[in-house]
């Protein structure tokens, strides 16, 4: 059984001793509490954004930021900072831990603490609970030359009435029972099928494959409105690597030459085998490996 996970970072013993930003105030973590009543953690609504901090600038932090807002816009969640607002508490949250490269913050805003714990959002206290965390934190450098085992769940991705992933909410209940499955069949993160039986995303990671040259990534009609997912795309355009979105299945999936996975923490990640099924000859495949160093020079510097 596989120990770590595609979002598992090399250890830092620096994050022991980093201040949270929390509701106005930077606290050592063990402070960082909130109440059993706040709705993020009773009920697990309010929404978040992960952001990485590499030389000395919050990467892509005003899409990140956007998506963050509308998010909040959808769940009619007063977050009561605006974005310029939220910029700065980010950054202060860097400065007062000293960081200039290699963190990961987690920016989460619930509705606040509510007067009783029940979904009803009349409840709530009318104070939104805003919490940043900045961690030392760069990908694990084995799992970036190794690659990812996948293995699919039955569990799918929803359709956006039933639970739009698109919204980055705190719940992630059905995304964490996939990778439970996942674990148990020894792999590193849960590969999931849309409500149709197309290839739709990982639990946590968008996901790409590679065939005859062409970079293939679902429709994203069922998948995490990722901003990584979204610049990797962008970026075949731009160099002139064929990529498309559409349906493809497993048995597609099965006789890739290569395939990724996307998200903020890890850019571009190489997956060595799903199902069992080693993708291709080599980790990483020449298309994801040059995709990856792009990206990592584009959005990660060092800049000139």
Not at 262 to 268: Q, V
Request: hydrophobic letters at 40%; charged letters at 20%.
């Amino acid at each position: 059984m596989e120990t770590k996970g595609a979002q598992t970072p090399a250890e830092d013993p620096r994050n022991e001793k980093v201040l949270i930003w929390l509701n106005g105030r930077l606290v050592p973590r063990a402070e960082a509490v909130v109440s059993i009543f706040d709705a993020g953690f009773g009920l697990g609504d309010g929404v978040w954004e992960g952001i990485r901090l590499s030389h000395g600038r919050l990467v892509l932090v005003d899409e990140h930021l956007k998506r963050l807002y509308q998010g909040a816009s959808t769940i009619a969640l007063d977050i009561g900072v605006d974005q310029a607002g939220m910029r700065r508490i980010l950054e202060e949250t860097c400065a007062g831990n000293g960081m200039e490269h290699g963190a990961h913050l987690r920016l989460m805003v619930t509705r606040g603490e509510k007067r009783t714990v029940h979904q009803d959002p009349r409840n709530a206290l009318g104070r939104p609970t805003i919490a940043v965390t900045a961690e030392y934190k760069l990908p694990d450098p084995e799992i970036k030359r190794a690659g990812l085992k996948l293995a699919t769940s039955t569990f799918r991705c929803s359709t956006p009435d039933v639970f739009d992933l698109r919204l980055n909410s705190h719940s992630r209940l059905n995304l964490i029972q996939a990778l439970l499955q996942a674990i148990q069949a020894g792999a590193h993160e849960a590969l999931m099928l849309d409500p149709l039986g197309f290839v739709s995303s990982c639990n946590s990671t968008n996901f790409f494959i590679v065939r005859d040259g062409a970079v293939i990534t679902s429709t994203g009609r069922f998948c995490f409105k990722g901003i990584t997912r979204a610049k990797v795309i962008e970026l075949c355009a731009t160099v002139g690597v064929p990529c498309r979105q559409e349906d493809f299945t497993l048995a597609e999936v099965y006789t890739a030459d290569e395939a990724f996975v996307t998200g903020t923490f890890g850019g571009l990640t190489p997956v060595a085998a799903v199902d069992g099924r080693p993708m291709g000859a080599s980790r990483p495949g020449p298309v994801t490996a040059r995709l990856s160093a792009l990206y990592d020079q584009t959005f990660l510097g060092p800049w000139a």
